[in-house]
């Protein structure tokens, strides 16, 4: 039985359906700060990830035997007030791995390409290798890494990772990602036909379609554990794009789109920071990491379904 948090977040929203579907609507609890705008299907619970007795109560309750912690704050808002999102985004950390070592739980929460810095080899990063990111949000998730780390090593806790990269999708809008601009320029394109990208061309950065995210996270999560040398946390990425890449792939289908640039300085130099690439081999090998969906074969399914939930 799985306790989610962050449950109405950009992964969170869609890691419910998948979930249930794996291994049905009762036994996947969702949580969040606030209420479901349209209903949720299965059970919900109200939580502030910082609350952590409500959290342990919520978890108790429910029997949960599993927690994937999906409530933080992402780069952008993170860098526009970074002492609350070290309170949020570490203190909700902190609260779901005390409360999956008191209630013997496996453990799950996400990092990403943002625990890498301007001093990582921005080239096929490597699983092992220099984090010593510039924005706060690359600060939680490097301490976040080590934290979980320390959780499994000290106590016992079976806590997994990856670091994903840019995560493209179109039930839940991002809220204040840097790597948005992936998102958006869909949505415009078939609103609008044109994107002004707050991106500059030629910023290479790792991303992934989301049923690949979601399909990632359960193979991880039920790999064999003696087969696992990493844990906190796995790289992983479907493909590698600049923003004129993508705008080429859309002009597949939408052949008038047009692409223009107005580079948003604070975003432009979150993503100058991170890799452009990085490499996936170590989940590959120790848990069979793979994906199903390169830039077009994405392209093509976020346009269609766009049109249907846009009424285009
Ligand atoms: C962000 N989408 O842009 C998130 C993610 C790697 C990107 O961390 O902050």
């Not at 299907?41 to 999906?70: C, N, Q, R, W, Y």
């Not at 991002?174 to 320029?185: K, L, S, W």
């Not at 989301?210 to 359960?218: E, F, G, K, R």
């Not at 991170?274 to 490499?279: A, M």
Request: hydrophobic residues 40%; proline residues 5%; contains cysteine.
């Amino acid at each position: 039985k799985i306790m989610v948090t962050g449950a109405l977040g950009q992964i969170g929203s869609e890691l419910i359906a998948k979930l249930q579907k794996e291994y049905g609507e009762n036994n996947v609890l969702s949580t969040d700060i606030r209420q479901p705008q349209s209903s949720v299907s299965g059970p919900f619970e109200i939580l502030d990830v910082t609350d952590g007795k409500k959290m342990h109560e919520i978890a108790k309750d429910f029997g949960a035997d599993t927690i994937m912690h999906m409530a933080a704050l992402l780069s952008a808002t993170a860098e526009k007030q970074p002492l609350f999102a070290w309170n949020l985004n570490m203190g909700g950390l902190v609260n779901a791995l005390e409360v999956a070592r008191e209630l013997n739980m496996q453990f799950f929460t996400p990092s990403s390409i943002g625990a890498f810095g301007p001093s990582t080899p921005k080239a096929n990063t490597p699983q092992d290798t220099l984090q010593r990111p510039t924005t706060m949000y690359g600060v939680n998730k490097v301490a976040g890494e080590l934290l979980c780390d320390y959780y499994y090593t000290r106590f016992g806790v079976d806590t997994r990772g990856v670091r994903f990269p840019g995560l493209i999708s179109y039930v839940a809008q991002p809220g204040g990602g840097t790597t948005d601009y992936a998102v958006d320029i869909y949505y415009k394109a078939i609103e609008e036909g044109q994107y002004t990208s707050f991106i500059a061309e030629g910023t290479y950065m790792d991303m992934m379609y989301m049923p690949d995210a979601l399909q990632a996270i359960v193979d991880l999560m039920e790999a064999d554990p003696a087969k696992l040398v990493h844990r906190n946390a796995f790289n992983v990425t479907a493909m590698s794009f600049e923003p004129s890449e993508i705008a080429a792939s859309i002009q597949k289908h939408i052949p008038d789109f047009t692409i223009s640039y107005e580079v948003d300085p604070v975003r432009q130099a979150i993503a100058d920071s991170w890799p452009d690439s990085i490499d996936p081999s170590a989940a590959v090998a120790e848990w069979g990491f793979k994906t199903k969906y390169d830039l077009d074969a994405m392209t093509a399914d976020m346009l269609e379904q766009l049109r249907k939930k846009l009424n285009k």
